[in-house]
């Protein structure tokens, strides 16, 4: 059974750091690139960050570059989205998606970043 499992999210003042994970199981996870999406109240579902299967290459939305990391732990499965500096306009629920060519896209259920004095 596949399963996408994050962590890591909760409430920060604007400035603040988080560091989300999401475990994956019941794939290939080495095999997949795999992303960060965002939705906001109101707002559709975002790309924030995503990571290549192989060559392990990046990229970021423009709003969160210099800010924020995403890496992966092939061995444990999981990856991860450092976020620091954070501000109010990145409170939403953040949600990580495995995707492969040919192939459905996975995604987890999704952890609650709020930012706010």
């Known amino acids: 059974q596949v399963q996408l499992v994050e962590s890591g999210g909760g409430l920060v003042q604007p400035g603040g750091s988080l560091r989300l994970s999401c475990v994956a199981s019941?794939?290939?996870?080495?095999?997949?690139?795999m992303s960060w999406y965002r939705q906001a109240p109101g707002k559709e579902r975002e790309l924030v960050a995503a990571?290549?299967?192989?060559?392990?290459?990046?990229n970021y939305a423009d709003s969160v570059k210099g800010r924020f990391s995403i890496s992966r732990d092939n061995a444990k499965n999981t990856v991860y989205l450092q976020m620091n500096s954070l501000r109010p306009e990145d409170t939403a629920v953040y949600y990580c998606?495995?995707?492969?060519?040919?192939?459905?896209?996975?995604w987890g259920q999704g952890t609650q970043v709020t930012v706010s004095s």
């Open positions: 990571i290549g299967s192989t060559t392990g290459s990046t």
């Open positions: 998606k495995a995707a492969r060519y040919n192939s459905p896209d996975y």
């Open positions: 019941g794939f290939t996870f080495r095999s997949y690139a």
